[in-house]
T-cell receptor, first 113, second 113 residues
Framework: AQSVTQLGSHVSVSEGALVLLRCNYS??????LFWYVQYPNQGLQLLLK??????LVKGINGFEAEFKKSETSFHLTKPSAHMSDAAEYFC???????????FGTGTLLAVQP | KAGVTQTPRYLIKTRGQQVTLSCSPI?????VSWYQQTPGQGLQFLFE???????NKGNFPGRFSGRQFSNSRSEMNVSTLELGDSALYLC????????????FGPGTRLTVT
């Protein structure tokens, strides 16, 4: 069985500050991990994915995430927040051969000027 | 390359009716997955189709069904609509397995009155 926990349903940062969105996972098989972003009234856009090639994964828009097996974590970071980063972020896990994604409950990121 | 397209984008139906939603995947993608997004339940997996076969299914009642055609386009059908079926329905496409990215469409917003 697989599951994802996102700590903090709402995170607020100042423009230019570090963004840290937390994700912990549980998986009985080697996981594939993803971060998606959703802007209002839109679908999900893939930020980055972990597929065991490298533990530090770089994505689009300056985001990156580090896979830590010992902590079962896959936290998303960005060194300097921009106003355009305000959106909802979802961590997701899957494993095995199918594309069934198990999503976390999402974190709504607000960026203050 | 064109992205995932979903039609219609918005739909209003009455309780008890049925509805069919359509998803056209990215060219070359053979896997299509469907998700339901609601404020209360978040993002939940409905089912995945690969090469016209249902490969995985979520925990939804039998009123929810889907199919995939030989050109990989997919439809999902909801019969006997209930108020709780009001949601954003998202479709995602991928080449094959989780080592490949899943790309999401913009979704169909279904409102049941």
């Amino acid at each position: 069985a697989q599951s994802v926990t996102q700590l903090g349903s709402h995170v607020s940062v100042s423009e230019g500050a570090l963004v840290l969105l937390r994700c912990n996972y549980s998986s009985s098989v080697p996981p594939y991990l993803f971060w998606y972003v959703q802007y209002p009234n839109q679908g999900l856009q893939l930020l980055l994915k972990y597929t065991s090639a490298a533990t530090l994964v770089k994505g689009i828009n300056g985001f990156e995430a580090e896979f830590k097996k010992s902590e079962t974590s896959f936290h998303l970071t960005k060194p300097s927040a921009h106003m355009s980063d305000a959106a909802e972020y979802f961590c997701a896990v899957t494993g095995g051969a199918t594309n069934k994604l198990i999503f976390g409950t999402g974190t709504l990121l607000a960026v203050q000027p | 390359k064109a992205g995932v397209t979903q039609t219609p984008r918005y739909l209003i139906k009455t309780r008890g009716q049925q509805v069919t939603l359509s998803c056209s995947p990215i060219s070359g993608h053979r896997s299509v997955s469907w998700y339901q997004q609601t404020p209360g339940q978040g993002l939940q997996f409905l089912f995945e189709y690969f090469s016209e076969t249902q490969r995985n299914k979520g925990n939804f009642p039998g009123r929810f069904s889907g199919r995939q055609f030989s050109n990989s386009r997919s439809e999902m059908n909801v019969s006997t609509l209930e108020l709780g079926d009001s949601a954003l329905y998202l479709c995602a496409s991928s080449y094959r397995d989780p080592s490949y990215e899943q790309y999401f469409g913009p979704g169909t917003r279904l409102t049941v009155t």
